[in-house]
């Protein structure tokens, strides 16, 4: 399963999906990055998911990515980076919320 509802995203562990961030009054240049970054809570030291791609691109959940987490609700951020070194997080603690599966004894 995946779906994506505004800041909302559903995904069931260990499942593949790929997602393209719009970035709202913006033209993505050559040397820009998007950052997706995840943890189970704000306060956590290391991040649950972390992906870069080039702006533009989409975003990729490989099933090794969500396999080992523990389902449940996570935050996220989406933060782009420009060739120039400037900084904007567009989305800011978004709601990931990871599915088990039936299949699996998650």
Do not use: H
Request: hydrophobic share 40%; aromatic share 10%.
């Amino acid at each position: 399963m995946f779906k994506v509802d505004g800041k909302k995203i559903w995904l069931t562990c260990g499942d593949t999906a790929e997602f393209r961030p719009v970035i709202e009054d913006y033209t993505a240049q050559d040397g820009d990055t998007v950052t997706f970054t995840a943890k189970k809570v704000l306060s956590d030291q290391e991040l649950a998911i972390n992906k870069s791609v080039a702006a533009g691109d989409g975003i990729t959940f490989a099933a090794e990515d969500t396999a080992s987490l523990t389902p449940g609700s996570y935050i996220y951020d989406l933060r782009l980076e420009t060739a120039d070194g400037d900084v904007s997080t567009f989305v800011s603690q978004g709601q990931l919320y990871l599915v088990g599966a039936v299949n699996e004894s998650n």
